[in-house]
């Protein structure tokens, strides 16, 4: 196949499909396949997320004939990153404790759908649902920022302006969390929609940290900070329920 800058039509294909994707892949997993038995859902979700993380770099050698490139400062903007991602974990976990929880915002409907799904997938086991964070925090959060920020907002930077490549990767970013925090939060909107805006100012500022100093170490911790508090505030939520 071409190389990217003499098939323009791949080149878009290639982003339609990376910032797409996701969003109608957890459609398929969380919503379509919700009812299904949980072995298949796993496995749904493995091959799906195979797919997923696999893509970018296929694409980076086989069609566009390149190989990735060590940052030549791999520690450029890890500061910037820290504090940032400290920030978002300070203000989530006070947010959380010193209103959402008093205030009974996650009772109801979203905390029995988030019951429901650590039942389904077997996550009843402390250990099980500390490992499944662990791996969230450190290993997925990696892999989405080598997927939105290194592949999917790089793709859009070498062609269009930073304003319009923060804001479309940090839209597809944002999306499939549409999905997820629609599910949970269907009976308040406003919440998820807020939720919602939280993780696309996330991704924005990511974007643009790697834009800045080239590396994915800052945006990839301080992602990996935001995480661990969601799972913090995950396991309160239904720390009555685990063996």
Known sequence: MLPIEKSPRASCLALCFAISYPTLFTL?????L???PPTLQIGTFGIGKAL????PLAYVLFILGSRPRRSSRPTAGLGSGLLFGAVVMGVALLFYFLWLDPTGVFEGDPVKQIRSKIEAWGLTLRWKFVLL????ALMHSFLEEYYWRWFVFRQLRERISLGWSISI????????????LVFYFKESLTTALLFCAAIAVGGGVWAWLYDRHKSLLGP?????LVDVAIFIIGYHLVRDMFN
Not at 169 to 180: D, I, K
């Open 28 to 32: 398929v997993y969380f919503i379509i």
């Open 34 to 36: 919700k009812d299904w």
């Open 52 to 55: 997923q993380f696999l893509f």
């Open 133 to 136: 964070s662990l791996f969230y």
């Open 169 to 180: 990767s940090s839209l597809g970013f944002t999306a499939h969390h549409v999905v997820l």
């Open 220 to 224: 990839w911790l301080s992602h990996a």
